[in-house]
């Protein structure tokens, strides 16, 4: 089960890093694998990867998922260390985003499954929201 669930995370990090280079951020993975607890460990408790943003100021950090997000939703903002770490983090003018992939199916007029198979991105945004951690779901453009 850990084996699966360290696949998982390494692909969704490596979709993620691959689109950030293509994009021109660099960026530098800031999760490790413990192989005693044989689980993953975030910086911070919510972050894979951390990347320069140089389409405005502060530090980007990206939480990459599959498609579990309202999990890694709930677990950021129910545990208070997490939650504390989130919000120092934005308060700092940094931001935050959980980056979930998906594959997606092509469906025919018939309702049957198609060929055509595509990753999706799901992006979801932290912010400050007064003294709250808010989140919104943005808009994503990107498929694969």
């Known amino acids: 089960m850990a084996a699966e669930k360290r696949k998982k995370k390494l692909f969704s990090t490596a979709k993620s890093t691959k689109l950030l280079r293509s994009l021109g951020f660099p960026y530098c993975i800031v999760t490790h694998w413990n192989g005693y607890a044989h689980k993953s460990v975030d910086a911070w408790g919510f972050q894979d990867i951390q990347f320069l943003n140089v ?5 980007g950090a ?10 890694h939703i709930e677990e950021y903002l129910s545990e208070d260390w997490k939650k ?10 940094n931001t935050f985003f959980i980056w979930a992939w998906r594959k997606r199916v092509h469906r025919l007029k018939d309702g049957s499954k198609g060929a055509d198979k595509w990753w999706h991105l799901r992006e979801i945004e932290f912010f400050m ?16």
Do not use: H, Q, Y
């Open 84 to 93: 504390e770490n989130i919000k120092k983090w934005l308060i700092t003018g």
């Open 62 to 71: 990206i939480n990459a998922c599959g498609e579990d997000v309202s999990k």
């Open 55 to 59: 389409m405005g100021t502060g530090v």
């Open 129 to 144: 929201n007064g003294n709250e951690l808010s989140f919104r779901e943005k808009p994503s453009a990107i498929s694969e």
